[in-house]
């Protein structure tokens, strides 16, 4: 079975610095898919970025980029330039390969935005 | 296109009564979770459908909960009868049945059971 482990449950950061969100998995399979959801407060998971295994580049979405690290099992979640809008529950997420199948998520990561 | 609709968005009830959530997935979405989110943790799956066919129960508690997805579009996910410890969020997520494809969510229901 795959875990996933979050060990920050909470965080800060100042408005236009950068933060990062750690996350470790576990897992036996060799190829598999890793996400960064964001949970606002109204409750509606959205998906930040993902990151397939089989490739080394690391994934980037604007503000958003990971330091995927495979043989550490380690997914990190970097934001620059924080504003107050990512204030919100970050979790870590892992999924079997080829996709479709659950998600099996870590506890979270609770960030707060300073203004 | 219109996202994963859920309904309620909140319900208290008693223990020992019973609840019914409903969720409407994105169209095309063959596809549908239920997840279960206790507060301060992440959420875990109850239950996966593929078409109106149960795919994953294996989490599911079947002496109380119950999932159905009769026509293989909405679903509706029932607890009966409801504990405290079923006080959660419930979401609903849904995906196209193909590879490497990402997983849609609803706004969930939060239930309080007292």
């Known amino acids: 079975a795959q875990t996933v482990t979050q060990s920050q449950p909470e965080m800060s950061v100042q408005e236009a610095e950068t933060v990062t969100l750690s996350c470790t998995y576990d897992?036996?399979?060799?190829?598999?898919?890793l996400f960064w959801y964001k949970q606002p407060p109204s409750r509606q998971m959205i998906l930040v970025i993902r990151?397939?295994?089989?490739?080394?580049q690391n994934a980037t979405e604007n503000r958003f980029s990971v330091n995927f690290q495979k043989a550490a099992k380690s997914f990190s979640l970097k934001i620059s330039d924080s504003q107050l809008g990512d204030t919100a529950m970050y979790f870590c997420?892992?999924?079997?390969?080829?996709?479709?199948?659950?998600?099996?998520f870590g506890k979270g990561t609770r960030l707060s935005v300073i203004a | 296109e219109a996202g994963v609709a859920q309904s309620p968005r909140y319900k208290i009830i008693e223990k020992r009564q019973s609840v019914a959530f409903w969720c409407n997935p994105i169209?095309?979405?063959?596809?549908l979770y239920w997840y279960q989110q206790i507060l301060g943790q992440g959420p875990k799956l109850l239950i996966q459908?593929?078409?109106?066919?149960?795919?994953?129960d294996s989490q599911l508690p079947k002496d109380r909960f119950s999932a159905e997805r009769l026509k293989g579009v909405d679903s509706t996910l029932k607890i009966q009868p409801a504990k405290l410890e079923d006080s959660a969020v419930y979401l609903c997520?849904?995906?196209?049945?193909?590879?490497?494809?990402?997983?849609?969510f609803g706004q969930g229901t939060r239930l309080t059971v007292v």
């Open positions: 997520a849904s995906s196209l049945n193909l590879p490497n494809t990402e997983a849609f």
């Open positions: 169209s095309g979405h063959a596809t």
């Open positions: 990151q397939e295994a089989y490739k080394q």
């Open positions: 897992t036996s399979e060799n190829n598999y898919y």
């Open positions: 459908f593929q078409n109106n066919g149960v795919v994953d």
């Open positions: 997420a892992f999924m079997k390969y080829p996709g479709n199948t659950p998600l099996v």
